[in-house]
């Protein structure tokens, strides 16, 4: 996410850690999935705030449907070119688009990861169609993390949870997820990946497949089994054809991939 700074302070592993304003959040709301989407469409908007870091101009959103008051995640950006020239260098068929932040909740939920990306709606505000996400509350980002040092309280569930982010990246190619604030980490150290508008490249290679060392079991079975049609039904309103078929393309690879470290080093070492 590219708008997260540092605000509040709190001890966590006798290391003080700067968080960002907006993780101060009154008690979550205890809404399923689709209770929050349905806020998120019908809510009304009481509060705005255009958050400073980053280059798509996203707001932070305060609705309210007269019981509930809740934040949300506005991005509107809409940039396509032929080529764009970028710090990393030039890119061929550029996208920034706030419609792949839908396409991202949609394709999450098909491989059982919904709980790992908040929930986002498509809906007007100000005059500008942009998609609209729930907005959860972290203890920092995985870049704070880092640069702090601070060790999980459970490495190894963490670390699961990174893994399928290794996955899911490599399959929606999302070229900018490992951008220090695009991780986020919950306040029971949950994981989620937020901000998904540089994904969805045309590509049919992947990243960074040697990042892909393990895999649930879940997960690989949701891979294999993710047909091109149902992928079209669900994602059709926000990805073309060329963006579907890069994904199908480059999960078959994924799918090769894993096959073949498991063959390599066996089962054990690599689903969980």
């Given at each position: 996410?590219?708008?997260?700074?540092?605000c509040i302070t709190l001890s966590l592993a006798s290391i003080l850690v700067v968080l960002p304003a907006f993780c101060r959040t009154q008690d979550e709301p205890?809404?399923?999935?689709?209770?929050?989407?349905?806020?998120?469409?019908?809510?009304?908007?009481?509060?705005?705030?255009?958050?400073?870091?980053?280059?798509?101009?996203?707001?932070?959103?305060?609705?309210?449907?007269?019981?509930?008051?809740?934040?949300?995640?506005?991005?509107?950006?809409?940039?396509?070119?032929?080529?764009?020239?970028?710090?990393?260098?030039?890119?061929?068929?550029?996208?920034?688009?706030?419609?792949?932040?839908?396409?991202?909740?949609?394709?999450?939920?098909?491989?059982?990861?919904?709980?790992?990306?908040?929930?986002?709606?498509?809906?007007?505000?100000?005059?500008?169609?942009?998609a609209m996400a729930w907005w959860v509350p972290t203890l920092m980002t995985e870049g704070k993390r880092q640069e702090k040092k601070i060790r999980p309280p459970d490495p190894e569930t963490f670390n699961r949870a990174i893994y399928k982010v290794q996955v899911f990246t490599e399959?929606?190619?999302?070229?900018?997820?490992?951008?220090?604030?695009?991780?986020?980490?919950?306040?029971?150290?949950?994981?989620?990946?937020?901000?998904?508008?540089?994904?969805?490249?045309?590509?049919?290679?992947?990243?960074?497949?040697?990042?892909?060392?393990?895999?649930?079991?879940?997960?690989?079975?949701?891979?294999?089994?993710?047909?091109?049609?149902?992928?079209?039904?669900?994602?059709?309103?926000?990805?073309?054809?060329?963006?579907?078929?890069?994904?199908?393309?480059?999960?078959?690879?994924?799918?090769?991939?894993?096959?073949?470290?498991?063959?390599?080093?066996?089962?054990?070492?690599?689903?969980?």
């Amino acid at each position: 996410m590219r708008y997260k700074k540092a605000c509040i302070t709190l001890s966590l592993a006798s290391i003080l850690v700067v968080l960002p304003a907006f993780c101060r959040t009154q008690d979550e709301p205890q809404l399923t999935p689709e209770q929050q989407r349905q806020f998120l469409l019908s809510a009304k908007v009481i509060r705005s705030k255009q958050l400073a870091q980053g280059v798509t101009n996203s707001f932070q959103l305060t609705l309210s449907d007269g019981v509930i008051t809740h934040d949300a995640h506005f991005q509107s950006i809409e940039e396509r070119k032929a080529f764009k020239q970028l710090e990393r260098g030039g890119e061929i068929n550029f996208a920034d688009s706030y419609l792949y932040n839908l396409a991202a909740y949609e394709l999450a939920g098909l491989l059982g990861l919904a709980d790992m990306v908040p929930v986002a709606v498509g809906r007007k505000w100000e005059g500008k169609a942009g998609a609209m996400a729930w907005w959860v509350p972290t203890l920092m980002t995985e870049g704070k993390r880092q640069e702090k040092k601070i060790r999980p309280p459970d490495p190894e569930t963490f670390n699961r949870a990174i893994y399928k982010v290794q996955v899911f990246t490599e399959l929606i190619y999302d070229t900018d997820r490992w951008n220090p604030g695009n991780i986020l980490i919950g306040k029971n150290w949950e994981v989620y990946m937020v901000d998904f508008t540089r994904a969805f490249r045309l590509y049919h290679t992947l990243q960074r497949p040697e990042k892909m060392a393990r895999c649930s079991r879940e997960l690989l079975e949701k891979l294999r089994a993710l047909d091109g049609q149902v992928l079209a039904a669900t994602v059709r309103n926000h990805l073309t054809e060329l963006e579907r078929t890069g994904i199908m393309k480059r999960r078959d690879k994924i799918v090769a991939h894993l096959d073949k470290l498991i063959a390599e080093k066996g089962e054990g070492a690599v689903l969980y």
